[in-house]
């Protein structure tokens, strides 16, 4: 009788933690009905992973889409956050006419992401955390829009470029600086996916260091992997570094995440 006992409330005490969380973390793939058990009133974090579709050297297309949304996974739990699907298509930029690339204008863009937005925290999200793939004048609208929102709903936003905040990680893990499709980044899509990096097409020539503020500029630019500093960030495909990478960086994000919403909770907001 006691070994059935000790049974039942094991079991008890696991149905109890199960319905602390949702079967998923992804909106696209929740019913509604279990939506509506957990949000707002033991959910109010949203994860929005934004990108865009353009060339990264020898990974794919989308990695400033594969990143964000893999982010989001990973640190979801740890948050008690839902993952809103990933915005895929962006304001490209000077990349734009390479093949399988898209361009987004800014027209276009910002009321869409304002309407997702809007939509989230009608949804009852309160922290509405924008995990950002892809920079360029893509942060500028994304940061424009949320703040806006922000103010207008009452909402608490935050938008983070994860490449630029964990910078940090790239000179800790690499000792050097990366770039765009550079060290750092194909690292991170190594670490999700190793199928999505193609080293066997890989050619140093196809790195160009982003030109210095005011003495020159290219559209196209013209490589697919653009480097923060000369002589540094090229792709090196090593796995371990590749791994160690991908999870100091999430830490360092996830932390980021957490000490925010603890000091909007602090300050009342």
């Known amino acids: 009788m006691k070994a059935i006992a000790l049974f039942l409330s094991s079991f008890l005490i696991l149905s109890l933690t199960y319905a602390q969380s949702p079967s998923t973390?992804?909106?696209d793939r929740i019913n509604w009905m279990e939506f509506a058990e957990f949000v707002p009133e033991k959910i109010q974090t949203v994860l929005l992973?934004?990108?865009?579709l353009e060339p990264h050297g020898v990974i794919n297309n989308g990695a400033d889409n594969t990143a964000p949304f893999a982010m989001a996974k990973d640190i979801a739990d740890d948050l008690n956050?839902?993952?809103a699907p990933t915005l895929n298509y962006g304001i490209t930029g000077s990349m734009a006419n390479y093949p399988g690339a898209f361009q987004i204008t800014e027209e276009a863009y910002g009321p869409f992401i304002r309407d997702i937005l809007k939509g989230l925290a009608r949804n009852g999200f309160k922290n509405i955390i924008i995990l950002n793939g892809h920079?360029?004048?893509q942060t500028a609208v994304l940061q424009k829009i949320a703040g806006e929102v922000a103010n207008e709903l009452g909402v608490r936003t935050l938008v983070i470029n994860w490449w630029s905040y964990a910078s940090d990680v790239t000179l800790e893990v690499f000792k050097e600086d990366g770039g765009h499709a550079g060290l750092n980044e194909t690292a991170y899509i190594q670490a999700i996916d190793p199928t999505l990096v193609h080293k066997e097409r890989y050619n140093p020539n196809q790195a160009t260091a982003y030109p210095k503020q005011g003495t020159w500029s290219a559209v196209p630019f013209p490589s697919s992997i653009g480097?923060?500093?000369?002589?540094?960030?090229?792709?090196?495909?090593d796995e371990e570094?590749?791994?160690e990478y991908f999870e100091k960086v999430n830490a360092k994000v996830l932390k980021l995440i957490q000490d925010?919403?603890?000091?909007?909770?602090l300050a009342g907001l």
Request: proline content about 6%; cysteine-free.
């Open 260 to 265: 925010t919403i603890a000091k909007w909770d």
């Open 241 to 243: 570094q590749a791994k």
């Open 227 to 237: 480097l923060y500093q000369e002589e540094q960030g090229y792709p090196n495909f």
């Open 25 to 27: 973390r992804e909106m």
């Open 81 to 83: 956050a839902m993952i």
């Open 135 to 137: 920079g360029g004048g």
């Open 49 to 52: 992973p934004t990108g865009t």
